[in-house]
């Protein structure tokens, strides 16, 4: 993510003025800028750093390691696509232990975020922990203070023998300043802890997707692609593999950052029940829940309250679709097992299955609620069976599903 923020900062402050500088390549030396191509990163933008070179934003190239051959494989679902490294991380299941080195509490709190939101996945192969003693350590986080380069912090892809990427750079220079608040620092801690367990940029086909600048990049040699099975349908963007990402924002894992990672390192290869998390938006009085963590980015206006429940993203054994209606008129989503809970009323739309859940309690549910309030015309669906204690405005509307405790 070195572009995330950083090069961001850098491109945006640009962008008023003149075209984006960001093609730095002139002084690369052209047998350089071949054996990057040859490895299939993008030629653009490379800037020299400490003794390799950083591509593609936040991909760190040793000097020796450009004499290599790297290929990539596709983990295709639907429109989007995820890609990953040949080189994985392996001797699963497996605990990866970070440490902090020589920075501050912030960083430590970020990096402690950034491993909560992967431990949330439960993806059964893979988990991470903090450690405090640098000898015990499989991925080190250092600083280094470069207010110039456009890099906010680098990190590079697991080794042949199945081990994490060691390091990750992060630019003191860039984090903690007025535009950069700790979640997002445990965002880009979060984006190069995806490159050190293999994952490549989402948009790596083309990056100005997410950082407005950088186009197609080359294709890299020997690209296989893989289906993930299962497809929910909905809005997908905002994964927390782009290349880049805007100054302050908290990106997170989408429902397909979840299937891909759950894909890898998840016995079975199919995602654990998954955390729902609510958002209201108090201007259309809307309260709304999705397992993708982006839904204040791609929704502006909803606020992120918490995590809710879990459901599964496929259909297991029992599971019955739960589906997603919006009335954009009255500002209202409606979550229903029920394919014509709207039938006969007008202003809805159907956003397609956004989880699978049970109709009956089964061991280990717990009921979902729904309440509604006509004046707001908002209807909320929680764990609370005592929400009207807080909100009287609202009806008991009944038992909606059953889903697992967050
Ligand atoms: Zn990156």
Not at 272 to 285: A, C, D, R, V
Request: aromatic fraction near 14%.
């Amino acid at each position: 993510m070195g572009i995330m923020g950083g090069a961001s900062l850098f491109m945006y402050s640009c962008k008023k003025n003149d075209a984006p500088k960001q093609n730095q390549t002139k002084e690369i030396p052209q047998e350089v800028l071949t054996a990057i191509k040859n490895q299939g990163f993008s030629t653009n933008g490379v800037v020299r750093f400490k003794d390799g070179y950083v591509v593609e934003g936040d991909i760190f190239l040793t000097d020796s390691s450009l004499a290599k051959k790297a290929t990539f494989t596709t983990l295709k679902r639907g429109e989007t696509e995820q890609y990953r490294t040949t080189q994985l991380v392996t001797n699963l299941p497996r605990t990866i232990k970070v440490y902090v080195s020589g920075l501050g509490t912030d960083y430590v709190n970020a990096t402690n975020d950034a491993i909560q939101r992967y431990n949330d996945l439960r993806l059964g192969g893979l988990t991470f922990t903090r450690v405090t003693n640098s000898t015990d350590a499989d991925i080190t986080i250092s600083g280094f203070y470069d207010p110039y380069t456009p890099v906010n912090a680098s990190s590079g892809f697991p080794t042949a023998n199945g081990n994490p990427y060691s390091s990750i750079s992060v630019n003191t220079a860039r984090f903690f300043q007025s535009n950069t608040p700790g979640y997002w620092a445990a965002s880009v801690i979060q984006h190069e802890l995806g490159h050190c367990i293999g994952m490549r940029h989402t948009d790596y086909m083309n990056r100005a997707f997410s950082c407005g600048f950088g186009g197609a990049e080359s294709d890299p040699n020997n690209v296989g692609a893989i289906y993930i099975p299962n497809t929910l349908t909905g809005v997908e963007s905002e994964s927390w593999m782009l290349a880049c990402m805007p100054d302050g924002i908290s990106r997170s894992f989408t429902v397909y950052d979840i299937f891909a990672l759950s894909y890898l390192y998840t016995p079975g290869q199919v995602p654990t029940p998954q955390l729902f998390h609510e958002w209201y938006n108090g201007g259309k009085k809307d309260h709304t829940l999705s397992a993708n963590t982006n839904i204040q980015n791609l929704f502006p206006g909803f606020n992120y309250i918490g995590a809710s429940h879990r459901v599964y993203l496929t259909n297991v054994s029992g599971t019955v679709p739960l589906y997603q209606f919006y009335n954009g008129s009255s500002g209202d989503h409606l979550l229903s097992t029920d394919i014509n809970a709207t039938a006969g009323y007008s202003g809805w739309q159907f956003d397609g299955t956004v989880a699978y859940v049970y109709n009956t309690q089964v061991a280990g549910t717990i009921p979902i609620y729904c309440y509604y309030d006509l004046a707001a015309t908002d209807r909320v669906f929680t764990t609370d069976p005592n929400f009207r204690n807080q909100w009287p405005s609202y009806a008991y509307y009944g038992i909606a599903y059953y889903a697992f405790p967050k």
